[in-house]
């Protein structure tokens, strides 16, 4: 027999990163302080910090434990009864229950009374995602079911304290009996996706009011939730519906999964078709309003898409920062030579300005019920910037994970699961033309929401010379009216350049203001990121960017 010696050696390992360690996602971004403190949150500092500690913490590991063992889908018990079960991993509960105990579902209707609660709410929605993407599914359309079930003040009465407490309670059961319970979503059918108005799904009235749905949805999100909110056709036209999971009498309601959608990404949570064989379900708002009554859900998880790409940017970004300011190549650290400073700045920049107009759209969302202006405002900004920041974070992340060279490719470390998430966000809740349409429709029918619009935007006018240049060119394409459809993705885009500018402008933030302004609407940059004229701050947006641990 034979050995190898252990006194052979082969090499030391040396210039290799140390793990990054846990630290207060809050507390070290300071762009994400400055933009809630900027739009009223400040407020909740304390809690935003407590909840900051966890997502720098112990719910990375969580979060990489629940992406690692996906969901899987149990259709029957060991004595061939259905069940219709989805197993989840513990670290998934964990991360459940620990964004429900910190209000990420809940903050902005358990303190609605206090101006900028949605602000706050959307700092922890932010923070939330970082971890982990696949718990903002439920957790965010659990928020966003307020609106709409105020539609129907019974269904409000029995459902919004179940959505709004700060429990986490998996266990199948009638609504009536958990301590707390999460709202889900199903809108779109095999034959229509985003033509909702083309679903199949018939509702039928029965004796007791309520309502039988026969048909299906091709994607059902989080299927575990305690009930979803769905389309259907009812004898009025397509209506909106509560269908609860589990029914009084602890019987599983007739909603049938078929399989679990196997994903690109966001393998933490589970995404599902079902058939509905008889579903009893309850009208939500008026017969034939259903579209009109669940936008106003739609409304916000579009502004959680919009934290969700921000919150992977902001990861992204942290990673790279921390690898580049230990690893050497050439004879200097990574963050010290010129080229990859440029790259890092700029990813700096892309973030800084997807945190500060998501911020600016949630006080517009805050103040919405007492202010026509930013109510305006936002029907038409969220759609803006769900448009443009979700398109810009999948390859936000791919310069991140070059910054890490070939390490960034490996499953070792988040990147590669911030890369298959990142597009999501452009995809669901509507694509990038659904947002666009919804643009030019919110601007044919009320003329409100361009004088909104312009008004955020004159706002800034003067401030920079480059901005002037770039929001005369934008009235001028909103006043050509006869290709305004066929150009739509230009001139979204350079709308939400234009309130991502005007955000930073009036922040009071003069150099990383004119950066954005030279860089983005100033004809200086080239395509990719890192593309920084000389003169750009590259020390203060790096600065600026670094997680204090």
């Excluded at 026509?372 to 979700?390: D, F, N, P, Q, S």
């Excluded at 791919?398 to 590669?416: D, F, K, S």
Aim: charged residues 20%; contains cysteine; glycine residues 8%.
């Amino acid at each position: 027999m034979s050995s190898i010696k252990s006194c052979f050696s082969t090499h030391e390992v040396q210039n290799q990163p140390s793990p990054l360690p846990s630290l207060n996602s809050w507390l070290s971004d300071q762009p994400l302080r400055e933009s809630v403190g900027l739009n009223g949150g400040a407020w909740a500092g304390e809690q935003l910090a407590r909840h900051g500690a966890l997502v720098g913490g112990e719910m990375m590991e969580q979060g990489d434990l629940a992406n690692r063992h996906r969901p899987v889908l149990r259709t029957f018990d060991r004595h061939g009864r259905r069940i219709d079960d989805v197993e989840f991993h513990p670290a998934y509960h964990d991360l459940m229950g620990q964004a429900m105990r910190s209000e990420v579902h809940s903050f902005s209707w358990r303190h609605e009374d206090q101006p900028g609660a949605h602000v706050v709410r959307a700092a922890l929605m932010y923070l939330n995602s970082q971890p982990d993407a696949g718990t903002g599914c439920p957790l965010t359309m659990t928020h966003a079911a307020i609106p709409t079930l105020r539609h129907s003040p019974t269904l409000a009465e029995q459902w919004i304290p179940r959505l709004t407490a700060n429990e986490y309670d998996p266990r199948t059961l009638p609504a009536d009996q958990k301590t707390a319970c999460t709202m889900g979503m199903g809108m779109t059918e095999k034959q229509g996706g985003s033509d909702v108005r083309s679903n199949t799904s018939r509702a039928m009235r029965q004796a007791d009011g309520s309502h039988e749905i026969v048909g299906h949805k091709f994607f059902f999100s989080a299927p575990m939730c305690d009930a979803h909110l769905v389309l259907a056709q009812a004898d009025g036209g397509l209506s909106c519906f509560l269908m609860p999971r589990v029914l009084p009498d602890g019987s599983l309601n007739a909603v049938r999964i078929q399989r679990l959608k196997d994903k690109l990404g966001d393998w933490s949570n589970a995404s599902s078709e079902v058939e509905f064989q008889g579903a009893t379900a309850h009208l939500v708002g008026a017969e034939g309003r259903g579209v009109p009554t669940i936008i106003e859900m739609v409304k916000l998880t579009r502004l959680d898409c919009m934290l969700g790409s921000s919150a992977q940017m902001r990861q992204a970004l942290v990673q790279a920062l921390h690898h580049t300011s230990q690893r050497k190549a050439f004879g200097r650290l990574l963050l010290d030579q010129p080229l990859m400073r440029n790259v890092l700045a700029d990813l700096a920049l892309e973030s800084e300005a997807a945190v500060a107009l998501s911020m600016r759209v949630a006080r517009a969302v805050d103040a919405a019920p007492r202010d026509a202006h930013e109510a305006a405002l936002a029907r038409i900004a969220t759609a803006v910037g769900k448009y443009w920041i979700c398109k810009r974070a999948p390859a936000f992340v791919n310069e991140a994970q070059e910054c890490l060279g070939g390490i960034g490719y490996v499953e070792e470390n988040i990147l590669p699961r911030l890369y298959r998430q990142a597009p999501l966000n452009s995809i669901w809740e509507g694509s990038g033309n659904v947002q666009c349409l919804d643009v030019l429709r919110a601007l044919q029918k009320d003329p409100e929401v361009r004088e909104a619009l312009f008004a955020e935007l004159q706002g800034a006018r003067g401030a920079n010379q480059a901005y002037d240049r770039h929001l005369q060119w934008l009235k001028d394409s909103f006043d050509d009216l006869g290709t305004l459809e066929l150009r739509s993705r230009l001139v979204v885009e350079r709308a939400a350049l234009a309130l991502q500018a005007a955000t930073l402008l009036k922040a009071g933030q003069g150099e990383i203001a004119d950066a954005f302004c030279q860089a983005r609407l100033g004809g200086e940059q080239g395509l990719a990121y890192g593309t920084l004229a000389p003169r750009a701050p590259l020390k203060s947006l790096i600065d600026r960017a670094m997680p204090g641990v």
